[in-house]
């Protein structure tokens, strides 16, 4: 059974840093995409970055390039996200989310963590 669990959200503000965390289980972590997502209130759940262990892919959203990062090194089955100099535009829950697809669609992920909350002052 394919599970994940976020970690890491808060309260910061305008200028700070977080590291959120997704921890996966009962999969091979090299065979799949892990790709997070965030949803502000009244927006729709919009794309932020995804990772590929085995296939060695690290892509970001436009909206978060250059501030947003993958660490090079990671837990085991986890999934880090490095976020500096955090806007009050990037509050939002963020959830992590797997699949064997190569995609920025939220709706080609059938596996979903319960999502963690980031919230910036300004």
């Known amino acids: 059974q394919i599970q994940l669990g976020e970690s890491g959200g808060g309260m910061v503000e305008a200028g700070g840093s977080l590291t959120l965390s997704c921890q996966v289980s009962g999969l091979v972590f090299s065979r799949y995409y892990i790709t997070w997502f965030r949803q502000a209130p009244g927006k729709e759940r919009e794309f932020v970055g995804l990772f590929s262990a085995g296939y060695d892919k690290r892509i970001y959203a436009d909206s978060v390039k250059g501030r947003f990062t993958f660490p090079a090194d990671n837990p085991k089955d986890t999934v880090s996200l490095q976020m500096n100099d955090l806007k009050p535009e990037d509050t939002a829950v963020y959830y992590c989310?797997?699949?064997?697809?190569?995609?920025?669609?939220?709706?080609?992920?059938?596996?979903w963590g319960e999502g963690t909350q980031v919230t910036v002052s300004s």
């Open positions: 989310a797997t699949g064997y697809a190569y995609t920025f669609r939220p709706d080609d992920y059938d596996y």
